[in-house]
């Protein structure tokens, strides 16, 4: 069986994760717990302007652009949960409603099954919940 990666990416991917066991053993499973919270949230009119309204008038907006890559990262199975808080997040600051996004979470039952569907539901809610004391 060939265990090389089939493309560059992955390729890139595998020597870094054998560089890191190299260096350090521990960072082979590393997480940093509160790294969405470390990346600021975008102001909706930023959002806007690099996701679409400036080069793609017309097309999508940015709260519907925060739903398609909610529901791309509740589709790979809840794994990504920095990047799926602060998607939701940048969801809330572009007029996403609660409602909105859990029925986006919803919707992807059907790919993901209902374990990852409540998995990302918690990740949801806890975000919101999170949001919410801040203000």
């Given at each position: 069986?060939?265990?090389?990666?089939?493309?560059?990416f992955e390729?890139?991917?595998?020597?870094?994760?054998?560089?890191?066991?190299?260096?350090?053993?521990?960072?082979?499973?590393?997480?940093?717990?509160?790294?969405?919270?470390?990346?600021?949230?975008?102001?909706?009119?930023?959002?806007?302007?690099?996701?679409?309204?400036?080069?793609?008038?017309?097309?999508?907006?940015?709260?519907?652009?925060?739903?398609?890559?909610?529901?791309?990262?509740?589709?790979?199975?809840?794994?990504?949960?920095?990047?799926?808080?602060?998607?939701?997040?940048?969801?809330?600051?572009?007029?996403?409603?609660?409602?909105?996004?859990?029925?986006?979470?919803?919707?992807?039952?059907?790919?993901?099954?209902?374990?990852?569907?409540?998995?990302?539901?918690?990740?949801?809610?806890?975000?919101i919940s999170?949001?919410?004391?801040?203000?």
């Amino acid at each position: 069986m060939n265990d090389t990666p089939q493309n560059p990416f992955e390729a890139m991917m595998a020597q870094g994760m054998q560089l890191a066991k190299q260096l350090n053993p521990a960072l082979e499973s590393f997480e940093m717990p509160g790294f969405d919270k470390a990346m600021p949230t975008m102001p909706k009119e930023m959002m806007d302007m690099l996701f679409g309204d400036t080069f793609n008038v017309g097309g999508l907006d940015t709260k519907t652009r925060m739903f398609v890559t909610l529901a791309a990262l509740v589709a790979q199975g809840a794994t990504a949960e920095p990047q799926i808080r602060m998607t939701v997040r940048h969801a809330i600051e572009a007029g996403a409603t609660e409602k909105e996004l859990a029925e986006v979470v919803a919707q992807m039952s059907v790919f993901v099954g209902v374990p990852g569907m409540m998995k990302a539901m918690e990740i949801v809610r806890g975000t919101i919940s999170d949001a919410g004391e801040e203000s």
